[in-house]
T-cell receptor, first 115, second 109 residues
Framework: ETGVTQSPTHLIKTRGQQVTLRCSSQ?????VSWYQQALGQGPQFIFQ???????GRGNFPPRFSGLQFPNYSSELNVNALELDDSALYLC??????????????FGQGTRLTVV | GQNIDQPTEMTATEGAIVQINCTYQ??????LFWYQQHAGEAPTFLSY????GLEEKGRFSSFLSRSKGYSYLLLKELQMKDSASYLC??????????FGQGTELSVKP
């Protein structure tokens, strides 16, 4: 148990729909990162939030957006879903974005299937 | 560019030792992580290296050479439960983790 919880655990959506995934970070952690993991691949960085501000983004289109709340929990929103968006979405929380010796703790992930 | 390479799959025998290699080329470096991931589950932290050398943690050890852009994860006294995917990840200077595609390790009796 890492203290990072994600909801829902599984989700099926239709192409073109919108989805919101949620993440509660570990107590005391102020940084949340989101990753997309396709089957058989390593996680790919989507974006990171530090103290409610986005402070890094990977190669994902603008239809991937996010929020971080004052309690440091976070949401990932994906608009106009495409079949290739089917993946495991992982949230990781840490204390500080680049402080040495700070590991990122991952939630159990949300398995999104787009049909 | 950012590139992290690790073998796609490896097989080893229960009780043996296995070494999983990782080479990286990244624009910034702020530590190298190894994670274990069982199918359908979240990655779990195994080790962290930021300075050159060997870090030992029970049956798991990790080595880093920054000048060579190289790391390895060493697993001793392999158990069946060690069958999993092992992910090498480099953290850049902004805290982003850049992952390799993972090495699928199968431990056979």
């Amino acid at each position: 148990e890492t203290g990072v919880t994600q909801s829902p655990t599984h989700l099926i959506k239709t192409r073109g729909q919108q989805v919101t995934l949620r993440c509660s970070s570990q107590s005391g952690h102020n940084t949340v990162s989101w990753y997309q993991q396709a089957l058989g691949q390593g996680p790919q960085f989507i974006f990171q939030y530090y103290r409610e501000e986005e402070n890094g983004r990977g190669n994902f289109p603008p239809r991937f957006s996010g929020l971080q709340f004052p309690n440091y929990s976070s949401e990932l929103n994906v608009n106009a879903l495409e079949l290739d968006d089917s993946a495991l979405y992982l949230c990781a929380s840490s204390l500080g974005a680049a402080i040495l010796n700070t590991e990122a703790f991952f939630g159990q992930g949300t398995r999104l299937t787009v049909v | 560019g950012q590139n992290i390479d690790q073998p796609t799959e490896m097989t080893a025998t229960e009780g043996a030792i296995v070494q999983i290699n990782c080479t990286y080329q990244t624009s910034g470096f702020n530590g190298l992580f190894w994670y274990q991931q069982h199918a359908g589950e979240a990655p779990t932290f195994l080790s962290y290296n930021v300075l050159d050398g060997l870090e030992e943690k029970g049956r798991f050890s990790s080595f880093l050479s920054r000048s060579k852009g190289y790391s390895y994860l060493l697993l001793k006294e392999l158990q069946m439960k060690d069958s999993a995917s092992y992910l090498c990840a480099v953290r850049d200077t902004r805290g982003k983790l850049i992952f390799g595609q993972g090495t699928e390790l199968s431990v056979k009796p």
